[in-house]
């Protein structure tokens, strides 16, 4: 017997194979598959076959594993990583025994009626002229809508049969039912593959989608060991300056800021940073700020006058590239209710992988190097732009100062100038001498450990860390992040309507959605960025990631997040909203904020959120590219001090009161 020829290593290309969430598997399915991975993977690697064998995969298993996934799928790309979840058919079901013959019961005889279509051509032929002369049609019946004529079509059917010489011995016509509910399924299962064909029995007409438009040891001696995270609310005066329909310019004062930050231990570099405009932190800002300290962050564009960026600072993840889409072992925080939330713990501890320290209640110094950070960030920014509030003691006398004058709000700062200064002394802290590393900025100790330790030995070659990376599948979709919810999908070919499904009132579709319609009645598990709502990830029960689903009307072209979703129906509920057809809801929702502006912060905060989150939505200037133009400044902002930020007692300049 010939050898069966070997696998090509080069060949397999796994990069390209269609990818699959495995969190939607339970049980010992998911165990099967992730070994199965790991075998394909380990086997394109190089590793011989030995050390597969040992993981729990033979040798035939394996090149049966790598002849499934390589079949064409008939959405025609391959099977890839699907045909590996156990159960899952890749082909359909052939039947290659006759025929019983069954006048008592209904069982028994599954694949006889696609054994019979492949042996008489003719009678596919004549069932497929039952849909396109629409002698059977689709009525609105349920979602999947009503099958009417199928037993006319079965008795014409049968007169077929006996005309190709088929008797009553034969199947069909020696079965209890005649084959009519095998009849049925074949007339449904090509419709379902075939949305023209449904519409044509349906006699409908597809209509558009608006959507289609366009507790271990506690010290920390390397990186990427032990972070800390927490959130502080930063003590100052901000405002918002807003630009009316009519050109006019307003400007209100909001009610307070709070900067989440991601802090490694043992470098003292800072990994990722938010800030938010909310009244109270929830668990939607941690999951964010761990997603900002997962993926890569760009230098940042200034727009100010006066700042400079220090050629020793840097961003982690955009002055070394090892460090991009690195994990950690260990997360420390407090025990706040947003950070015991399950969605927070699920993304650090299911899906990054690592463990969750709260550490004693009411006990800050527990976290001392993310405590001493938000230190910094006081004594060298908030505290030195006007607006601060230096402490409870002086909390009073400031306020007293500030609010006397009518036109002291022109001296804040708005919270997008307050975001690049926060950027930029990120950028130069990382770049300063640091007393806990004997002089040597942070920046440099995490070069230093991540590419290896060079100065030990003279001539000695460096040894760089081996990082726990975020899987390739979150690094593609960043969404997936965020825990699912599950949505079910609604259409109904026979009303032609596409399949769609439904996310805080607004309907989601795409290309491949609305073509599929097997999909109908089941159930998506739906992965939404809170910070972006005009795309949502989506994954099928069976794992299939469906392509991003967009968003329908004005709701796919304006970036807006969850929170002003939800506020703006919260709104409309409420009857304080009167959105005209074809009107931007967002604008109507910043308008009706702003008649609300003058006697409630709150109203003026929210005008600021939403600035802030567009803001964030639009894509940053390439080095090449143009540059957008500055925002209005501050007058105080002039007076900054250029240069690096050294700690000592601030003077006040002439013209301020004092």
Not at 488 to 511: C, D, E, W
């Amino acid at each position: 017997m010939a050898n069966r020829p070997r696998l090509d290593r080069d060949s397999l290309r796994l990069g390209e194979w269609p990818q699959l969430d495995d969190r939607a598997l339970v049980g010992d399915v998911q165990v099967l598959y992730r070994r199965r991975r790991d075998a394909v993977r380990a086997y394109v690697a190089g590793k011989p076959i030995a050390s597969i064998v040992a993981m729990g995969v033979d040798r035939h298993t394996l090149r049966r594993l790598f002849a499934r996934a390589l079949r064409p799928h008939p959405d025609g790309r391959v099977w890839g990583w699907r045909a590996l979840v156990p159960q899952t058919r890749v082909k359909s079901y052939e039947r290659h025994s006759a025929p019983k013959v069954l006048v008592h019961t209904k069982a028994g005889n599954a694949g006889s009626f696609s054994q019979l279509l492949a042996r008489f051509p003719e009678l596919e032929e004549s069932l497929r002229r039952e849909l396109t002369a629409r002698r059977v049609t689709l009525e609105p019946g349920g979602e999947l809508g009503r099958l009417k004529g199928v037993k006319a079509a079965a008795e014409r059917f049968r007169q077929t049969c006996r005309t190709l010489g088929l008797t009553q011995r034969d199947y069909p016509l020696n079965q209890k039912d005649k084959a009519v509910r095998s009849l049925a399924r074949t007339l449904r299962g090509w419709m379902d593959s075939d949305l023209p064909l449904a519409a044509h029995v349906a006699g409908a007409r597809i209509k558009p989608s608006s959507a289609l438009r366009s507790l271990p040891e506690r010290a920390a001696l390397r990186a990427f060991d032990t972070v800390e995270f927490d959130a502080h609310k930063m003590d100052l005066r901000l405002k918002v300056v807003d630009v009316d329909p009519t050109g006019g310019e307003q400007v209100w004062e909001i009610e307070r800021v709070w900067l989440l930050a991601i802090i490694d231990v043992a470098t003292r570099c800072v990994l990722g940073w938010i800030l938010s405009l909310a009244r109270e932190c929830n668990r939607t800002h941690v999951v964010e700020t761990i997603q900002r300290a997962l993926t890569p962050r760009k230098r940042p564009t200034l727009t100010l006058p006066g700042l400079r960026l220090l050629p020793e600072g840097g961003f982690v993840s955009d002055g070394i590239e090892a460090t991009r889409f690195a994990c950690w072992r260990q997360l420390r925080l407090d025990n706040a209710r947003a950070h015991l939330a399950t969605t927070s713990l699920d993304v650090l501890c299911e899906t990054l992988g690592c463990t969750a320290d709260f550490g004693p209640a009411y006990q800050p110094d527990d976290r001392p190097f993310i405590e001493r950070f938000f230190g910094t960030v006081t004594q060298a920014l908030s505290r030195r732009l006007p607006g601060a509030l230096p402490g409870p003691e002086g909390a009073r006398a400031a306020l007293a100062r500030l609010r006397e004058p009518k036109g002291t709000l022109r001296l804040l700062v708005t919270v997008q100038e307050l975001d690049e200064l926060l950027s930029v002394t990120i950028w130069n802290y990382h770049g300063t001498p640091h007393s806990g590393h004997g002089g040597h900025t942070p920046l440099s100790v995490m070069r230093r450990q991540v590419l290896g330790e060079a100065t030990e030995a003279p001539g000695a070659t460096p040894v760089p860390m081996r990082l726990r990376r975020l899987p390739p599948l979150m690094q593609e979709h960043p969404a997936l992040l965020h825990d699912p919810v599950l949505c079910k999908v609604h259409g109904n070919v026979a009303l032609g309507q596409r399949p769609y499904i439904t996310f805080m009132h607004v309907r989601y579709t795409s290309k491949e959605l609305a073509v599929s319609q097997r999909l109908v009645g089941e159930r998506l598990r739906v992965h939404v960025d809170p910070s972006d709502l005009r795309e949502l990830t989506a994954v099928t029960e069976d794992g299939q990631i469906l392509q991003p689903l967009l968003a329908a009307s004005v709701w796919r072209h304006e970036p807006h997040s969850l929170w002003l979703r939800r506020e703006f129906f919260k709104a409309k509920r409420a009857r304080e909203l009167d959105v005209e057809e074809g009107q931007n809801p967002i604008e109507a929702f910043v308008e009706q904020r702003r008649r609300k502006a003058n006697k409630r912060k709150r109203a003026a905060s929210d005008i600021a959120r939403v600035q802030h989150e567009r803001r964030q939505s639009e894509p940053r200037p390439t080095p090449d590219g143009p540059f957008p133009s500055p925002p209005p400044q501050s007058p105080a902002l002039n007076q900054l001090v250029k240069g690096p930020v050294k700690a000592k007692k601030l003077r006040i300049p002439p013209g301020f009161a004092r």
